[in-house]
């Protein structure tokens, strides 16, 4: 059993922070990539950054110099720092993990999902 829990999400001013945090549990061998997506209403689901178990980060154009994604020294929580804020930011935000459990193949799991409102 392995799950991915997503929290920190808000109603937040444009120009504001907010924190997300991903903690993940359950039968883990190994986490390999971990990432943050979104969805707007009415939009694709979109990559919004992702690290690597070595630590290499990678983010969307859109976010580049507002967000950082990091994880623990536990290896299982993942987080998202977001400043200057933009209306354009509002959106559904998912975790992703690339995990392994005991003797199987890396699989993807998703969290649910946290609120993230961005106002003008």
């Known amino acids: 059993q392995v799950q991915l829990v997503e929290s920190g999400g808000g109603l937040v001013q444009a120009g504001g922070s907010l924190r997300l945090s991903c903690a993940a549990s359950?039968?883990?061998?190994?986490?390999?990539?971990m990432a943050w997506y979104r969805q707007a209403p009415g939009k694709q689901r979109e990559l919004v950054a992702s690290i690597t178990a070595g630590g290499n980060r990678n983010y969307a154009n859109s976010v580049k110099g507002r967000f950082t994604i990091s994880r623990d020294n536990t290896w299982d929580t993942l987080s998202l720092q977001m400043n200057s804020l933009k209306p354009e930011d509002t959106a559904v935000y998912y975790c992703?993990?690339?995990?392994?459990?005991?003797?199987?193949?890396?699989?993807?799991?998703w969290g649910q999902g946290t609120q993230v409102t961005v106002s003008s």
């Open positions: 359950g039968r883990i061998f190994e986490i390999n990539t």
């Open positions: 992703k993990a690339d995990i392994r459990t005991r003797g199987s193949w890396p699989l993807d799991y």
